[in-house]
């Protein structure tokens, strides 16, 4: 198992990455931050992540896909949903094809860091800082 | 007490209590949304405040949903009040268009190298797009007027296309040193770019970038053609300078990019006197289309009758009927520059009727712009269906030289008895004609103090000064200029001269004048006459930090630049006898000096210059930007100088073999990292000096006025504990500059003269190569 924990985050919003990015880096992670949906998919083939955070909805490819593409890759990657569209079937089928959780948006990072640490700790990580580690 | 008793619905008594019952739960209602509203508010408010992730779609959904409750809350307030008509509903209406349009504004296309939407958030990224552009941004920046919707193909998304089209190739036979017919090698570029595959990552983010300006469902964007200052006539088939696209596939639109670059891409070149930055590659930029009012043009003088004190209104569609926008409309209304208000004879246009306010409105807003850029302007105005204004272009006016010769007489008259403070005395720092109070100014004076538009009167430069920046319209120094002061004059226009003796004894505070830091005089009061005459200056090259450039080298390398003796045979150039005499016979064709080393080291790289002597310090290179380019013949005594075998009988040999002998350069500099200066002395030469530190500090010199160039620098050795300075005496140094392997430092002794700076300035290593390097296309 490598030391820092690999997470893949898409959004097609720009400002989502932009945000999250940093944050979960100070976490001590190693973090890859994509706009573009297929372009994610090749690094996802690629790379075997251990956490991938992805919008549910996004153009020409949904969320729900990317799940399903990381699961058929590695049953060990954890993925986090996050939406603007909370809504309770979306949550069931996101979880339903193997989310291991789900937020949605707007949410401080912390929220999402709480998630990462737990699907981390789920994969055998431990020590991740909840707060800003000093980089 | 009506309303109280419909209220209470007192009257019939089985009716009153179910009444009231209604009401108050229709008053519960409108609480009820109204608590949800402010609760919504005060969520995105917290949100944003906060340090919340969220996107685009939380904001139209929760504006959404404020906009729904403040409706309900507007229909049960005109339930409860009986009232036909709710006055809230127009508001609310007008409330949401203006939130929409705002959310419009966001910049829904991704940024990127190749694209970069305008308007920016903070487009600093003016060196990717050209001039006009960054002019367009420097507008809305200002404050003076907003721009449409749109985006910048950039010299970058240009570039990537040359690079993915191997069209790179077709430079290469003016690489070999053979003799080469340049215009076979540029139109076969024009026709290589008429068949480009244009990159599908390019591609893309242009169809995104159109779809989104075309979300709001207003027309397709309009296509900017650069204007190119070399070619008279319009492009062909484009008659105006701008062209809409009119919809619909886009391969249309492609072949449209290919023509547009295909014929102005080594065309677009103008100077960029406010960034100093000259583009040679062309920015392709599409604006969302204005459609649905009308569209003027202004002129701020009369450039036939500039003295006549008159702006120029036409309409765009009466300029677009008469085929061009260089020759004068048919139509046009004249206001008076002393009172925009006054609308002076023909006819105003529309017959009579028209919209005044709307014309003295853009005549006002073009005088402001006139007066930040200090020249006489043409300025293109669109209207949107709703009525608000855009800037389209911008552009200097073309006054005719002999009617700025004439105007130039009438001022040399008048000026001949003027009472002055000083003639010719001081280094300008940056050109420019500003009249106001004199200021005295001390370090640690109340700066709010200082007059608006006031002349900054002082001994020496404090850096602290740049805070009341925007208020200053001149700036004299007693002693010599800083750094600090040059960038600060020219980042702003505001002229400047320094090394001043005695000023702060001879101009008192507050006394009316005026500088001319064109000629370097300093007149006493207002001399209005050489504010107008300003208005009518086009470009000048020794407007330019560049021809700065050149003066400072030459004058250190060229003895017969100032005593106008010796040099080159004759005939070499027209006649040319001294490098003073081709610079002269350059400015005629000239149109603009060069200095951009960051933006064009590529050409050298991508081996775009042909390479036409040098030797061990400096290579120089030259590149044609004849009409060739675009098919036509260069002019022969151009073509021979170009040659390499021949330019060593030209003028500007001796430029090159006098560089090498100052002692600054003993080490050799040429490598392919280092990031070349150019020099653009005609319209269609570009000779490029090679260097990288140096290039800084000679700017350095020419702008402050540092004297002597070959005593003031020193380097160090690798290894070495201490710099070995130019001169021996004790001094502080000041960096300059430089590249990762380079740097370069100004060497100041102590002593009587004048510093521009008593502080010890932060140190870096000075490191130069020891080996030469040969040039590499030797």
Known sequence: MENKLQILILDDEPIVGKRLGPALTKMGSEVEV???????????????????????????????????????????????????????????????????DFIAKPFKPNDLREVIIRAAEALGFKGLSRTDSPS | ?????????????????????????????????????????????????????????????????????????????????????????????????????????????????????????????????????????????????????????????????????????????????????WREGYQSLAQGLLQTTIPEELKAAIQEAIQSLSRDGESCPSLILWPSPLKSETLPGFPLPTWTWPGGSLDSFWDLLRSLWSEVYLLGAKPAAAYGRYPLLSAVICQRQISGGEGYGVQTLDPAHPEGGEILLYRLADAAASGSFNRRPSQEIRFSRNSVGRELGPEPLGGGGGNLP??????????????????????????????????????????????????????????????????????????????????????????????????????????????????????????????????????????????????????????????????????????????????????????????????????????????????????????CRTILEGIQWARRQAMAVLFDPAAWQHLVRDQWALPVGGGNHFSIYAIDLDKALAGSKPAAPLQAAIHRAEISSTPWCPIWQNLNNLPFFERTLASQEETPIFLIFTENTLFLFQSSAAGKFIIDAAITGVPELNHLFFYREEGEQEAKPGTRRPGESRALGGTDKTSIYEHRSFGKSDFDTKEQLKRSELRWDREHKNNPRS
Request: glycine letters at 8%; proline letters at 4%; aromatic letters at 10%.
């Open chain 1, 34 to 100: 994509f706009e573009d949906p297929h372009k994610a998919l090749e690094r996802i083939h690629e790379k075997t992540f251990d956490i991938v955070v992805t919008d549910i909805r996004m153009e020409d490819i949904d969320g729900i896909e990317i799940l399903e593409h990381v699961k058929s890759r590695s049953n060990h990657t954890k993925v986090i949903m996050i939406t603007g569209y909370a809504t309770v079937e979306v949550a069931r089928e996101a979880l339903g094809k193997g989310a291991f």
């Open chain 2, 1 to 181: 007490m009506s309303w109280l008793h419909k209220w209470f619905g007192l009257g019939k008594r089985e009716d009153t209590f179910l009444t009231l019952k209604l009401r108050l739960a229709r008053w519960r209602h409108l609480l009820r949304a109204e608590e949800s509203c402010l609760t919504l508010l005060g969520d995105i408010r917290e949100k944003l405040s906060g340090e919340y992730v969220l996107d685009r779609q939380y904001i139209l959904s929760s504006l959404g949903q404020v906009f729904q409750k403040a409706y309900q809350v507007a229909y049960d307030m005109g339930v409860l009040c009986d009232l036909k008509e709710v006055q809230m509903y127009p508001w609310l209406d007008g409330l949401k268009e203006r939130v929409a349009a705002y959310l419009r504004t966001w910049p829904l296309i991704k940024t990127g190298p190749s694209l970069i939407p305008l308007p920016g958030n903070d487009f600093v990224k003016s060196d990717q797009v050209g001039e006009m552009a960054a002019e367009l941004m420097e507008m809305k920046r200002k404050g003076l007027m907003d721009i449409p919707q749109g985006f910048v193909i950039t010299i970058q998304g240009f570039l990537q296309l040359l690079h993915e089209n191997k069209l790179n190739g077709y430079f290469q036979p003016f690489f070999s040193g053979r003799k080469t017919d």
């Open chain 2, 358 to 575: 709307k014309r003295q409105n853009l005549a006002q807003l073009s005088l402001r712009m006139e007066n930040y850029f200090k020249r006489a302007l043409e300025i293109l105005w669109e209207e949107d269906r709703e009525g608000n204004d855009y800037l389209r272009q911008l552009r200097f006016l073309d006054i005719p030289l002999e009617v700025r010769s004439v105007a130039a007489e009438k001022i040399s008259l008048l000026l001949k008895g003027w009472p002055r403070y000083y003639s010719q005395q001081g280094k300008i720092i940056f050109r420019g004609i500003a009249c106001g109070l004199a200021a005295h100014l001390k370090p640690g004076q109340d700066l709010t103090l200082f007059p608006e538009g006031g002349i900054l009167v002082a001994r020496e430069w404090c850096p602290g000064w740049n805070a009341i920046a925007p208020k200053i319209s001149a700036i004299l120094m007693e002693q010599g200029a800083s750094s600090s002061l040059a960038f600060l004059a020219r980042s702003r226009r505001i002229p400047a001269i320094s090394q001043i003796p005695g000023l702060m004894e001879k101009i008192p505070d507050h006394a009316v004048i005026t500088v001319d830091a064109e000629d370097n005089f300093i007149y006493e009061n207002r001399v209005d006459s050489l504010l107008d005459a300003q208005l009518l200056e086009g470009h000048r090259l020794e407007d330019e930090p560049e021809y700065l450039l050149l003066d400072g080298v030459l004058r250190a390398v060229d003895h017969s630049y100032l005593t106008g003796e010796g040099g080159a045979p004759p005939g070499a150039l027209e006649g």
